[in-house]
C-alpha cells in the first residue's frame, strides 16, 4: 500500500476544496399540475434525459404554478425559461393556435398526436417564433370531459344554464355559449376556490387532470362528453435556447422528445384507470353519451369556427387519416 505523506495529503485536499466547481446551467421548467401527474411525468422525463445527456452540466428545476396565462408571460419576457402549459390561453399569444382548440375536431388519441406530430403540427409550432416564444413540441393534456355539482348531464339540454368555468380561451367559451351554458373563463388556480363557494357549478378537465386534482372532493357528476381534445405543449423562451451551446440544443430537443413519450404514455395509462378510480371515489358518471347532438347543437358555433379560424386547416385536419 502506498502511504501519502501527511504534507502531500494536505496539499491534495486544498487543491480539492478551491478548485472550481463543474460550471452548472440551470433550467426552470414551470407547470401547473402535480408532479406525479401527465405534466410532472413530462417534465421530470426532461430533466432526467437532459441532466444525463449532459453529464450534469445542466439542471432543470421543476416548479408548480397553476395559473398558465402567467407563466407563458415569465417564458415571453424571460423571467422563466419554459413552461409546459394547454395551449388554454396559448391561443391569446400565438393565434394560430386556435385551431387546434376546435371542439370534436380530433376523433381519438391516435388522430390528435398523428396530426400534432405531422407537418401541421411543425407549422403550428413555428408559428411562436414571430411571438418572442419557442414551441418546443407538442405536448398532451387530453380529452375534456364535463363535471358539475348540480345534476347528471345526459344531454346537451341538461347543460343549459350551468355556470361552467372555462379556461381562458374564447374557442372553448363560444362552444359553452351556444350551448346555452354560462361559461365563466378563469385561470386554473381560482377553479377549485370557485366551485367551493359556488361561482360556478361545473368545469371541464381531461381525467389525468381531474384525478391529480382530486376534483371529486368539488364535484359529484361526471360526464364523459370528451367535446374537445386539449393538446399541451413545451414552451420556452428563444433567448435562452440560443445562449446553448448547438450539441446542448440538440440534447434539449432530444430531452423534449423523451417528455412527449413519458407525458402521453401517462395519459393513456391514466385514461385507463382514472373513470373507474372516479367511481371509487364516489363520483356518478355517464358514460353513454350521444356526441352527435352535442354537435348539433354547435352547429352556430361551427359555422363561426370556419369564418373566424383557418378553415382549409380544420378541414384538413378533420380530414386527416
Ligand atoms: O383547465 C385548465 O386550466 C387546464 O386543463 C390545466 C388543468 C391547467 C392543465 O393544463
Known amino acids: 500500500m502506498q502511504i501519502i505523506p501527511r504534507l502531500a495529503l494536505g496539499a491534495l485536499l486544498a487543491a480539492a476544496l478551491t478548485a472550481p466547481a463543474l460550471a452548472q446551467t440551470e433550467i426552470t421548467v414551470q407547470h401547473p399540475l402535480p408532479l406525479q401527474s401527465h405534466y410532472g411525468a413530462g417534465a421530470t422525463a426532461l430533466k432526467e434525459a437532459l441532466e444525463r445527456a449532459t453529464g450534469g452540466r445542466y439542471r432543470v428545476t421543476i416548479q408548480r404554478n397553476d395559473n398558465e396565462r402567467e407563466m407563458i408571460e415569465s417564458v415571453q419576457i424571460g423571467t422563466l425559461d419554459c413552461t409546459i402549459t394547454s395551449t388554454g390561453p396559448v391561443g391569446n399569444f400565438v393565434p394560430a393556435v386556435r385551431v387546434v382548440d376546435v ?3 380530433f ?42 355539482s ?53 368545469q371541464e378537465n381531461p381525467i389525468p387532470v381531474i384525478v391529480a386534482n382530486n376534483l371529486n372532493q368539488v364535484q359529484r357528476f361526471l360526464t364523459l362528453t370528451g367535446h374537445v381534445y386539449s393538446p399541451a405543449l413545451l414552451i420556452c423562451n428563444p433567448a435562452m435556447l440560443q445562449r446553448l451551446a448547438a450539441a446542448d440544443r440538440t440534447a434539449f430537443q432530444a430531452a423534449a422528445v423523451a417528455a412527449q413519450r413519458a407525458n402521453r404514455d401517462r395519459v393513456t395509462a391514466d385514461e385507463n384507470t382514472g373513470v373507474e378510480e372516479l367511481r371509487r371515489r364516489g363520483m356518478t358518471v ?32 378533420r380530414d386527416w387519416r
Open 286 to 317: 355517464t358514460t353513454e353519451v350521444d356526441r352527435g347532438r352535442f354537435q348539433t347543437a354547435l352547429a352556430a358555433a361551427f359555422a363561426q369556427y370556419e369564418r373566424e379560424l383557418d378553415g382549409a386547416l380544420l378541414r384538413r385536419i
Open 107 to 148: 376523433r381519438d388519441y391516435a388522430h390528435a398526436r398523428g396530426v400534432l406530430d405531422s407537418e401541421i403540427g411543425q407549422q403550428l409550432l413555428g408559428q411562436f417564433t414571430p411571438r418572442g416564444l419557442t414551441g418546443v413540441v407538442w405536448l398532451e393534456n387530453g380529452f375534456r370531459h364535463l363535471t358539475n
Open 150 to 202: 348540480r345534476h347528471a348531464v345526459n344531454s346537451p339540454d341538461d347543460i343549459r344554464g350551468l355556470k361552467v368555468r372555462t379556461m381562458e380561451n374564447p374557442v372553448h367559451m363560444r362552444a359553452f355559449r351556444a350551448l346555452g351554458a354560462l361559461p365563466t373563463p378563469m385561470a386554473f388556480s381560482e377553479l377549485v376556490p370557485a366551485l367551493q363557494q359556488g361561482t360556478v357549478d361545473g
Open 103 to 105: 371542439p370534436f375536431l
